[in-house]
């Protein structure tokens, strides 16, 4: 009976491991989204380790300046003041970890007049991550109607123009567009008050406030730029799936 109830907690064991354990190692930690939020005076970085990992963010780089999350604990290496953990699936966590910016770093930020910024992202016992930081704006936050997956955004414009493209900033997410019902092509003008439909088949939330960045470029070389806020969860499976195809991409 005791080696009968002993293959039975073997068994049931191995059972948890499968199914709770990640099926693939990762090989560094996957940086999923770097944002700056203007209005929060923030850094997040989300990115995906194995459960029992133990690293987490240690510095965000531009050029020569470095910015680093606040640790209170006196463990310089450990989680910082703002770590969370936002999913766990099959042995696999998304985290996120937060800098605060002083007024001086926002300004730096701002004074570069870019909207995405190439940075290394650098974590305990792994080699820096090139990477994409997009900025977040004051009032550029804009409200859609939400169906489903499909977000619908609508862009009035405030004097007479003619729009040469749309386009974001996020590599899975894909747009349409529509006036009156009816599918638009570039170049489109639009008058005074008149509008045109960005549909969104809106991507997963990768981090606490991600935001979806939209520009709308016009055919003077002007262009307006707005944010919206994504809050798709992610499906089951989804961390495994994409550090299977991150370690393909490796290899």
Known sequence: ?????????????????????PKAHVEEPIVMSVQLDEVSK???????????????????????????????SGNWDGETNFTEVLAVQNGYELREDVVELTDEQLSYFLSLEERTLPVEISFENYSP??????????????DVIKNDDLLRYTYTSSKDETIDSIGHYD?????????????????????????????????????????????????????????????RSIPKGYLKQIVKEANANNN
């Open 1 to 21: 009976m005791m080696k009968k109830s002993i293959i039975i907690l073997v068994v049931i064991g191995a059972i948890g491991v499968y199914w709770f354990w």
């Open 42 to 72: 923030t850094l997040a970085v989300s990115y995906i380790v194995e459960q029992n990992n133990d690293t987490y963010l240690m510095e965000i780089a531009h050029n020569t300046k470095g910015f680093y999350p606040p640790r209170n």
């Open 129 to 142: 991550i090139d990477t994409t930081l997009v900025l977040l704006m004051e009032g550029e936050a804009v």
């Open 171 to 231: 590599s899975v997410a894909t747009i349409s567009f529509e006036q009156n019902n009816e599918e638009v092509d570039f170049p489109l003008t639009l008058t005074q008050g008149s509008s045109v439909d960005i549909l969104i088949n809106e991507p997963y939330k990768l981090s606490s406030k991600d935001k979806l960045l939209l520009e709308i470029t016009m055919i003077d070389g002007q262009s307006v730029t707005n944010n919206i806020l994504m809050t």
